[in-house]
T-cell receptor
Framework: AQSVTQLGSHVSVSEGALVLLRCNYS??????LFWYVQYPNQGLQLLLK??????LVKGINGFEAEFKKSETSFHLTKPSAHMSDAAEYFC????????FGAGTRLTVKP | DAGVTQSPTHLIKTRGQHVTLRCSPI?????VSWYQQVLGQGPQFIFQ???????GRGNFPDRFSARQFPNYSSELNVNALLLGDSALYLC?????????????FGPGTRLLVL
């Protein structure tokens, strides 16, 4: 059965520092993987998705993620954090339906 | 273009009552999915509808039901509410039901059961 595990429920970085949010997946077929962001009191917004076209996926707001089959990982990165990046981030895998991880809350310190 | 809209935004009910949540998809999208997001957790899949037919169902009791109308809008119904049904209910729309299709989420309906 498909599932994702997000390592670290809370991540705190300084403004301008590298952002790394970890996601590992489990899937019986080649996976389709997504990263979504959720700001307080809002729905989810798609950051990027992997659909097997390229292993390095670039998304909105300077985020990117690399699909590593050997590590079953799809970690999200951003070279330089901005205060506006503070939010909840969800990794998801899609087979017959979409399964989300528990989320990682990103805090950005000034 | 308008995004996914949901109504109401907030709702307070008491145990045992019934609730109906509504969702209007992005224009041109024929698929609607419903998710439950309990505080501090990721969204959990409840239902997916496409062209008015149920295409998928998550691990939720029969108290949960949904339908999709000819204009592709959708309703989620929950009967005999329990305290544990308190959550943010998210609706998402997409063009199709294939796994690689992007789902676009609405702002959600926050349900509190007392």
């Amino acid at each position: 059965a498909q599932s994702v595990t997000q390592l670290g429920s809370h991540v705190s970085v300084s403004e301008g520092a590298l952002v790394l949010l970890r996601c590992n997946y489990s899937s019986s077929v080649p996976p389709y993987l997504f990263w979504y962001v959720q700001y307080p009191n809002q729905g989810l917004q798609l950051l990027l998705k992997y659909t097997s076209a390229a292993t390095l996926v670039k998304g909105i707001n300077g985020f990117e993620a690399e699909f590593k089959k050997s590590e079953t990982s799809f970690h999200l990165t951003k070279p330089s954090a901005h205060m506006s990046d503070a939010a909840e981030y969800f990794c998801a895998v899609s087979e017959s339906d979409m399964r989300f991880g528990a989320g990682t809350r990103l805090t950005v310190k000034p | 273009d308008a995004g996914v809209t949901q109504s109401p935004t907030h709702l307070i009910k008491t145990r045992g009552q019934h609730v109906t949540l509504r969702c209007s998809p992005i224009s041109g999208h024929k698929s609607v999915s419903w998710y439950q997001q309990v505080l501090g957790q990721g969204p959990q899949f409840i239902f997916q509808y496409y062209e008015k037919e149920e295409r998928g169902r998550g691990n939720f009791p029969d108290r949960f039901s949904a339908r999709q109308f000819p204009n592709y809008s959708s309703e989620l119904n929950v009967n005999a509410l329990l305290l544990g049904d308190s959550a943010l209910y998210l609706c998402a729309s997409s063009l199709a039901t294939v796994p690689q299709e992007t789902q676009y989420f609405g702002p959600g309906t926050r349900l509190l059961v007392l």
